[in-house]
C-alpha cells in the first residue's frame, strides 16, 4: 500500500497561515457557537448535550485518526473508564461534577498513556488489533471490578453543584456547563492540529521514514497525540455520566469502539468539523428512529455502505471540496 | 421524603386543575425491540398495552390513552434519554415494560425525579423494590427473587436437595445464584459447587461437564435469553437430564422453550408468574392476543404490561385524574383484578404481589396442541412467593 | 491417582477435547478470513454475519423444502459463497486499491444489514434446529461423555481444514493463488484471469464461514445475533496466527481452543477474555503474529 492512495491524506489541512484561524474556520466557530446557545430553546437539552458528548469523543478520536493516522479500535476503553470514575467519584465519593469529570479525565489519561506506550510500536491494522484487545480487557474488568456494579451500571449519580455553588439539577443550567466543556475541548483540538506539533504529525501520517530520517522522534510524537486523543474521549465519557447520571457497559463495550468510527467517518475524518456533524447524525438517528426497532441497525449499516463506497470524505470533507477549502 | 413528594403532588395537580375536564392520559412502552429480548418484550407489550386499553374501554370512561413506543437497545443511557424526553417534552404520564435491569433502575430514578409512573413488568432486579425502591414505581410481574425462590424451594421440595449452577458472570446471575443457594439452604439441600461463564457466551459444553461432574442432582442455570436456550440445547446434547440430574433454568420464558423444541427442552423445571393455558381467562387473551402477534402466545412479560396498564386505567378511573401521587396511592389501596393474574395487591414498596408457578416442561408425546408446552408442578401462594416487605431494605417501609 | 491443581485428569482431559472442539470452529471460521485477507487484503467483518446465514440456510432448507442436514452440509456452502461473491462482485471489488480500513468498514456495514434483517423477519429468540438421527446420541470415552455431534464438528472441520490447505499450498490452482497474492500485475501479465481468481477466493473463504455456520446449526441455537460476538474472537485467532498465513490460522484455531478449555477448568470467568491477553502478548512480542511473515 503506497502513501498516495492513503485515504486520509485526501482531506489533509493545508496550510494555515501563523496568525490564526482562517476566517472560515472563525465564521463556522461564531455560527456553531450561536447555535448551540439557541439550541436548548429549540431542541431538548438533554438530547443536545448528548449530541455535544459524542461529538467531542468524535472529535478526540479524529484527533488520532484524522491527523495521526492511526486508527485505534478500542477507544470505548478510555470514554468508558472515564465515565465510570466520574461517575464513582460524584456518587461515592461525593466530589463536586468538575473535579469527577478530572479525575474521570485523568484515569483516561492514564490508561492512554498505557496502552498507548504499548501499542505504537505496531502499525496499522496491528495497531488497531493491539488497541482493541486492551480495550476488551478494560471491558472485562469493568464488568468483574466491584464499584462498576456490573450490568447494572451505576446508577443515580448526582449532578452535584459545580464549585459547590451552582446547581446543576436544572438541564438548562447544566447545558450551558456542558457547552463550554465542548468547546474548550475542540477549540483546545483545534489548537493542537494547527500546532506546530501538528505539523510534524502530518509529517508523521504522510510519510513516517522520512520523518524519521528528518530527525523527529516519531514514537514520542504519536504517543503524546494518543494520549491526548484518549483523554479528550475521557472528558467525554466523563461529562455524559455527569448528563446522564449513569455509567453503564454499553459505554466500554467494542460495539462504541465501532460506533465512535462510524462518527468520524461519516462526518469526514481528518477534518475539523466533520466528527460533529457525524456525530449529530447519528445520535439523532439513534434517538428519534429508536421505536423502528431494527430498522435502525439495518438504517446504520446502509450508512457505512454508502459512506464507504461513495462517499468517503464524508459529508463534511464533501463539502470541503465543493467550497475548495478546508473544513 | 413523604413532604417532598406530597408538595411536589400538590404543585402537580395546582397545574392540573386548570385542565380537568377530560382526562388524557399517555402511556409510553420502552423495552428492547432489536436485542436479545425483543421477542418476550418487544412489539408484544405495545400490543397488550393496546389491548389493555380497548379492554378497558377508556373512551367510554372519558379517559383518552394514546401509546407511544421506542426502543432502548438494552443501553442504560438510550433509555434514560427517551424517559426523560418523554416525560419532558411529550407529557408522557407512565412508562411501561423496560426490561433489561440497568435500564430499568435508570427509568425508576428518572421517575422517581419527575414525578410520573413506572409500571415495571420487564425487569427481573429485586432492588426495584429493595435499596432502589421507589414511591413510584410498581414492579409487576416477577423478579429474582422470586424466581430464585420458586425454583429452589420447590425443587428441594420435590427431593431436589443437591445443587450445581451454571451462572452468567454479572450481577443478574451473581444475585440469581445467591438468593437461589440461599433457598436451597434454607430448605435443607446444599450447594455443591458453581461455575461462573463469561457473558453472552455460545458454548457451554465445557460448563455442563463441570456440572455432571459433580454429581449434583439439580443444575441450576443462573442466565438469561440467548445463554440459557444455548445451555439447555447442550445440555440435551451431553445427555444432563438423561444421566438422571434435573435441569432448572431459574430465568426462562416461554417463547425460550418454543424456540427450543420440546424435543430439546423437555423435562425442564422453571418459574413463571404466567402461562396462557391455565383458565378460560388466559386462554380467550392469548388468542386474541396471538392473532396480532404474528402467532407468538404471550410472554409473562407481556402479560404484565397488559394487567399492569389495566390496573393503572382502573386508578386513573377512579381517581378521576392522572395526578401521580393519587393515582398511584389508589393503585396500591384498591386490590388488583385482572383475568390474567387473578386477584391481588400491591405492596407499599411497590411490590405486586399474585401466585407464581413452578412448571415442567413437557414431553413432545404430551404436547397436545402448539403452545402446550408446560405442566405445573407446584404454585406458589402470593404471600410465599415475593420477598417479605422487611428483607428488602427499602426506605418507603417503616 | 494424581491430580492437576486440584484438577483430576479425567476432568482435564474432558476439557482438552472440548476445547480443541470448539477450536475447530475457530480454526474453519479463521481459515476463512486468512484466505481472503491473504489474497484480497480485506478484513471481511461480515464474516460473523456469513456463518449466521450458514446456519440460517441450513433451517431453511429443513423447514422450507424438508431437506435434511446431511445434504445441507453440501448445499448451504456453496450458496452462502454464492451471496459472497456477489457482495465481492457489487462492493468490495472497488476498495482493492484503499487502506485496509475501508474495507472493514465496507463489511462491517454488511454485516449489521444482513444481520438486522434476520432479526426483523426471525425474531432473536432463535429457532430450533434438530439434529440429525445419525449425531444424536454419544459414546462415554470413560473420561467424558462425548456427543456424537461434537465428535463429527472435529472430523469435519479437520477434513476442511486439511483440503484447504493441501489445495492452497500443493496445487497448481494454489500455487496461482499464492503468486497472485505476492504480485498480481506480474501473474495477470501470464495470463492468470486475477479478479475472477480474487472473486472465487472470496467466495470460498465466505463458503467457510456458512459451513461452519451448518455444523454450528444442531449445537447452538440458530440465532441471527449468533456471529456478531464471535468474529471478534475469530479476529483475534487470525492475528494471532498472523494475518494471511493459512496453515497458522488453523493451528492458532486448534490451539485457542485449547487453551479457552484450559482457562475454564482453572479461571472460568476470564474464559472470554483470555484470547485478547493472548492477542495483545503476541503482538506486543511478534509483531506479525506466530506464523505470519514479518511486516
Same mark, same amino acid.
Given at each position: ?107 483516561? @489519561? ?50 452535584? &453543584? ?31 492540529? &494547527? ?79 466533520? =466528527? ?48 475548495? $477549502?478546508?473544513? | ?60 370512561? %372519558? ?37 433489561? +435491569? ?11 425525579? $419527575? ?37 429452589? +424451594? ?16 454479572? @450481577? ?99 418459574? +413463571? ?34 394487567? +399492569? ?42 411490590? $405486586? #404481589? ?45 | ?17 472440548? %476445547? ?110 434438530? =439434529? ?79 459451513? @461452519? ?37 488453523? #493451528? ?44
Amino acid at each position: 500500500m503506497t502513501t498516495d492512495t492513503n485515504p486520509i491524506a485526501m482531506t489533509a489541512i493545508t496550510a494555515v497561515g501563523a496568525a490564526g484561524m482562517p476566517r472560515h474556520h472563525l465564521a463556522i466557530f461564531v455560527a456553531l457557537f450561536v447555535f448551540l446557545i439557541a439550541a436548548p430553546f429549540l431542541l431538548y437539552p438533554i438530547f443536545v448535550m448528548k449530541v455535544l458528548c459524542f461529538a467531542l469523543f468524535a472529535c478526540a478520536f479524529n484527533l488520532l485518526l484524522g491527523f495521526g493516522g492511526l486508527l485505534s479500535f478500542g477507544h470505548a476503553a478510555y470514554f468508558g473508564m472515564a465515565s465510570y470514575v466520574s461517575a464513582h467519584a460524584a456518587k461515592v465519593w461525593g466530589l463536586t461534577p468538575e473535579l469527577a469529570i478530572i479525575a474521570g479525565t485523568l484515569v483516561a @489519561a492514564v490508561l492512554g498513556l498505557a496502552i498507548g506506550s504499548l501499542a505504537i510500536r505496531r502499525h496499522g491494522i496491528y495497531f488497531a488489533m493491539v488497541t482493541l484487545a486492551f480495550a476488551q480487557m478494560i471491558y472485562f474488568f469493568s464488568l468483574q471490578a466491584a464499584f462498576t456494579g456490573g450490568e447494572d451500571g451505576i446508577q443515580a449519580v448526582p449532578r452535584g &453543584h459545580l464549585f459547590g455553588l451552582i446547581d446543576l439539577g436544572s438541564s438548562d443550567v447544566l447545558y450551558f456547563f456542558v457547552l463550554a466543556i465542548f468547546f474548550a475541548g475542540i477549540l483546545l483540538i483545534y489548537r493542537i492540529i &494547527h500546532s506546530p506539533f501538528g505539523q510534524v504529525l502530518k509529517a508523521i501520517r504522510e510519510n513516517e521514514p522520512r520523518a524519521i530520517s528528518l530527525g523527529y522522534r516519531v514514537n514520542r510524537y504519536k504517543l503524546a497525540v494518543f494520549v491526548l486523543s484518549a483523554t479528550l474521549a475521557g472528558v467525554a465519557g466523563a461529562t455524559k455520566a455527569i448528563v446522564f447520571q449513569l455509567a453503564s457497559l454499553t459505554d466500554v463495550y467494542w460495539t462504541m469502539s465501532g460506533e465512535v468510527v462510524l462518527m468520524t467517518l461519516l462526518g469526514g475524518m481528518g477534518t475539523v468539523f466533520g =466528527p460533529i456533524v457525524g456525530a449529530a447524525v447519528i445520535v439523532t438517528m439513534q434517538n428519534y428512529l429508536a421505536t423502528f426497532g431494527d430498522w435502525v441497525t439495518i438504517g446504520q449499516g446502509i450508512i457505512f455502505v454508502v459512506a464507504v463506497l461513495s462517499f468517503r470524505e464524508g459529508i463534511v470533507g464533501v463539502l470541503a471540496k465543493w467550497i475548495r $477549502k478546508p473544513l | 421524603m413523604k413532604k417532598m413528594g406530597f408538595v411536589l403532588a400538590s404543585t402537580a395537580s395546582l397545574l392540573m386543575a386548570g385542565a380537568a375536564y377530560a382526562t388524557d392520559v399517555k402511556i409510553g412502552v420502552l423495552n428492547d425491540r432489536s436485542g436479545i429480548y425483543a421477542d418476550i418484550a418487544g412489539e408484544g407489550s405495545v400490543i397488550a398495552a393496546q389491548m389493555a386499553v380497548e379492554d378497558f374501554k377508556a373512551t367510554d370512561k %372519558g379517559i383518552n390513552v394514546s401509546i407511544v413506543s421506542a426502543d432502548h437497545q438494552n443501553k442504560p443511557d438510550v433509555g434514560s434519554n427517551i424517559a426523560r424526553q418523554w416525560y419532558d417534552t411529550e407529557n408522557v404520564d407512565v412508562i411501561a415494560d423496560v426490561p433489561t +435491569s440497568s435500564v430499568a433502575l435508570a427509568v425508576n430514578e428518572i421517575t422517581k425525579e $419527575k414525578n410520573k409512573i413506572f409500571l415495571a413488568s420487564g425487569p427481573a432486579s429485586s432492588d426495584l423494590t429493595g435499596k432502589a425502591c421507589s414511591p413510584n414505581t410498581v414492579h409487576w410481574t416477577y423478579d429474582t427473587w422470586a424466581l430464585a425462590n420458586g425454583t429452589g +424451594s420447590a425443587m428441594v421440595a420435590q427431593g431436589g436437595d443437591s445443587w450445581f449452577f451454571v451462572t452468567a458472570d454479572y @450481577a443478574f446471575g451473581h444475585a440469581l445464584e445467591r438468593d437461589t443457594s440461599a433457598v436451597v439452604e434454607a430448605s435443607g439441600g446444599k450447594v455443591l459447587g458453581a461455575v461462573r461463564h463469561p457473558f453472552p457466551g455460545q458454548d457451554f459444553s465445557s460448563f455442563l461437564l463441570q456440572a455432571q461432574g459433580s454429581g449434583a442432582k439439580v443444575v441450576g442455570l443462573a442466565n438469561a435469553g440467548g445463554d440459557t436456550i444455548n445451555a439447555v440445547k447442550q445440555a440435551s446434547e451431553f445427555g444432563i437430564t438423561q444421566g438422571g440430574q434435573a435441569l432448572a433454568a431459574l430465568l426462562m420464558f416461554i417463547n425460550d422453550v418454543h424456540a427450543l423444541g420440546l424435543e430439546v427442552a423437555q423435562g425442564l423445571v422453571l418459574t +413463571s408468574a404466567f402461562y396462557w393455558d391455565k383458565n378460560d381467562q388466559t386462554r380467550e387473551f392469548s388468542a386474541r392476543f396471538q392473532e396480532r402477534n404474528a402467532g407468538q402466545k404471550p410472554s409473562m412479560i407481556e402479560a404484565g404490561v397488559y394487567a +399492569s396498564v389495566l390496573h393503572y386505567l382502573k386508578a386513573v378511573e377512579a381517581v378521576g385524574d392522572k395526578d401521580a401521587a393519587k393515582v398511584m396511592a389508589k393503585m396500591k389501596e384498591m386490590p388488583t383484578e385482572d383475568p390474567l393474574f387473578g386477584k391481588g395487591t400491591i405492596r407499599a414498596d411497590g411490590r $405486586k #404481589l399474585h401466585d407464581m408457578y413452578l412448571f415442567r416442561v413437557k414431553k413432545p408425546d404430551q404436547s397436545k396442541r402448539p403452545w402446550d408446552y408446560f405442566e405445573t408442578v407446584a404454585t406458589i401462594p402470593a404471600d410465599k412467593a415475593f420477598r417479605p416487605l422487611a428483607e428488602g431494605g427499602c426506605s418507603l417501609v417503616k | 491417582m494424581f491430580e492437576l491443581l486440584g484438577i483430576p485428569p479425567q476432568v482435564l482431559f474432558g476439557q482438552l477435547l472440548l %476445547g480443541l472442539i470448539n477450536g475447530s470452529f475457530y480454526a474453519v471460521l479463521s481459515l476463512g478470513l486468512a484466505v481472503i485477507f491473504g489474497l484480497l487484503n480485506i478484513i471481511n467483518f461480515t464474516h460473523g454475519a456469513q456463518y449466521m446465514l450458514g446456519a440460517f440456510g441450513a433451517w431453511m432448507l429443513l423447514n422450507y423444502l424438508g431437506v435434511g442436514y446431511w445434504w445441507a452440509v453440501f448445499i448451504v456452502p456453496p450458496i452462502v459463497g454464492v451471496t459472497g461473491i456477489v457482495l465481492e462482485r457489487v462492493m468490495i471489488r472497488r476498495l482493492y486499491h484503499l487502506d485496509h480500513l475501508y474495507g472493514l468498514l465496507l463489511t462491517f456495514g454488511l454485516a449489521l444489514i444482513i444481520v438486522g434483517f434476520f432479526r426483523q423477519f426471525f425474531g432473536v429468540s432463535g429457532l430450533p434446529y434438530p =439434529p440429525p438421527p445419525l449425531l444424536t446420541g454419544g459414546y462415554n470415552l470413560g473420561f467424558m461423555y462425548l456427543p456424537n455431534s461434537r465428535a463429527w464438528v472435529i472430523v469435519a472441520s479437520l477434513i476442511v481444514c486439511l483440503a484447504t490447505w493441501f489445495i492452497i499450498e500443493k496445487t497448481r490452482l494454489g500455487a496461482y493463488l499464492r503468486a497472485a497474492t505476492e504480485n498480481p500485475t506480474m501473474v495477470g501479465a501470464f495470463g492468470i484471469n486475477v479478479p475472477l481468481l480474487v472473486t472465487l477466493t472470496y467466495g470460498f473463504g465466505v463458503a467457510l464461514a456458512g459451513f @461452519a455456520g451448518v455444523l454450528a446449526a444442531p449445537i447452538y441455537a440458530v440465532n441471527p445475533n449468533m456471529g456478531a460476538d464471535l468474529i471478534i474472537v475469530v479476529f483475534a485467532v487470525v492475528v494471532i496466527g498472523g494475518m494471511g498465513s493459512i496453515l497458522g490460522s488453523i #493451528l492458532t484455531g486448534f490451539g485457542l481452543g485449547l487453551i479457552e478449555g484450559l482457562t475454564r477448568v482453572f479461571y472460568p470467568e476470564g474464559s472470554a477474555v483470555v484470547i485478547f491477553v493472548i492477542m495483545a502478548l503476541v503482538l506486543l512480542v511478534k509483531p506479525a503474529g506466530l506464523f505470519g511473515r514479518s511486516v
